[in-house]
């Protein structure tokens, strides 16, 4: 059975953060340095997601934004995983080139290829005009989103936030 794709609520906080720590690892090993994801915690990605989700879900916190979340049921346990996220928002960059950015898309490595990646793109944006960036380094993400319309629009610069990586944007 496909995974669930789902609005995030704030109930979800804790089970994000862990979701983002997980596949920050598996997405970015090999890509950015080993300090900066080791500087990368459960208590900052938690504080960064509930600041998304605080008043219950993503539209109350920030209107016109919007949290995406896809679980599988695991059929041994009955229990509940999140294998994905997705987050849309406002622009508040003034030199953006769109209204929108997509401000994170993770599945966990387990899903790649599945087709949930494409499933919560358009979850979370649907065919609307928008844009994101990426490390440039992560040809995969760059694939995948060139795949889905998106296309790189010759802005890019060092990220000081993310240790200097180098990140280029892409736009639909």
């Known amino acids: 059975m496909p995974p669930l794709i789902r ?11 862990r ?3 997980d596949c920050f690892a598996e997405v970015y090993e090999g890509v950015l340095s080993p300090r ?3 500087s990368n915690t459960l208590e900052t990605a938690g504080a960064e997601w509930a600041s998304y989700l605080s008043r ?3 539209e109350a916190t920030v209107p016109g934004s919007v949290v995406i ?4 049921l695991d059929e041994t346990s009955g229990a509940r995983e999140l294998v994905g996220l997705a987050r849309s928002a406002p622009s508040v960059d003034p030199d953006a ?3 929108t950015k997509l401000d994170s898309l993770y599945t966990r490595r387990s899903t790649w290829g599945s087709g949930l990646g494409a499933r919560l793109l358009d979850a979370v944006l649907g065919e609307r005009p928008a844009y994101l960036w990426i490390v440039t380094a992560n040809v995969r993400a760059a694939r995948f989103y060139e795949k889905h319309g998106f296309a790189f629009d ?6 000081e936030p ?4 180098h990140c280029s944007r892409m736009v639909r």
């Open 56 to 58: 219950g879900d993503a």
């Open 154 to 159: 010759g802005f890019g610069r060092p990220y």
């Open 7 to 17: 609005s995030a609520t704030a109930d979800d906080v804790e089970a994000i953060a």
């Open 69 to 72: 979340v896809a679980e599988e």
């Open 19 to 21: 979701l983002h720590m």
């Open 97 to 99: 080139p769109r209204d």
């Open 36 to 38: 900066f994801l080791a």
């Open 162 to 165: 993310w240790d200097g990586a």
